[in-house]
């Protein structure tokens, strides 16, 4: 059975940081690409970043482009999304999600290539 278990979430003021991690569990880690999605009260889930088997693939979303850093480590099965200089628009319950069996340099930002989520970790930024 796979398990994605996020953790690193909370609050924190405008301009400060959190590191958010997922512990991967069940399948082989180094096997999927990984994600990072979030999505705030009363809209639609949104791609934040997602990186690639071998970790040299990389891809954020333009809203967070400079501030986020997505990283993995698969000797430890996780994979992290560094957050800086958050903005109270950044606000919402983030999810990792694992998708297996893809070319090792490949990722995707489509949610429905996803195999499997974590049950999310709220980030709440206050102004």
């Known amino acids: 059975q796979v398990q994605l278990v996020e953790a690193g979430g909370g609050l924190v003021q405008a301009g400060g940081s959190l590191r958010l991690s997922c512990a991967v569990s069940?399948?082989?880690?180094?096997?999927?690409?990984m994600g990072w999605f979030r999505q705030a009260q009363g809209k639609t889930r949104e791609f934040v970043a997602a990186i690639s088997r071998s970790g040299d693939s990389i891809l954020y979303a333009d809203s967070v482009k400079g501030r986020f850093t997505i990283s993995r480590d698969n000797a430890k099965n996780t994979v992290f999304l560094q957050m800086n200089s958050l903005k109270r628009e950044d606000t919402a319950v983030y999810y990792c999600?694992?998708?297996?069996?893809?070319?090792?340099?490949?990722?995707?930002?489509?949610?429905?290539?996803?195999?499997?989520w974590g049950q999310g970790t709220q980030v709440t930024v206050s102004s």
């Open positions: 999600a694992a998708d297996f069996g893809v070319p090792y340099y490949s990722y995707t930002q489509s949610s429905g290539s996803y195999d499997y």
């Open positions: 069940g399948r082989t880690f180094s096997s999927s690409a």
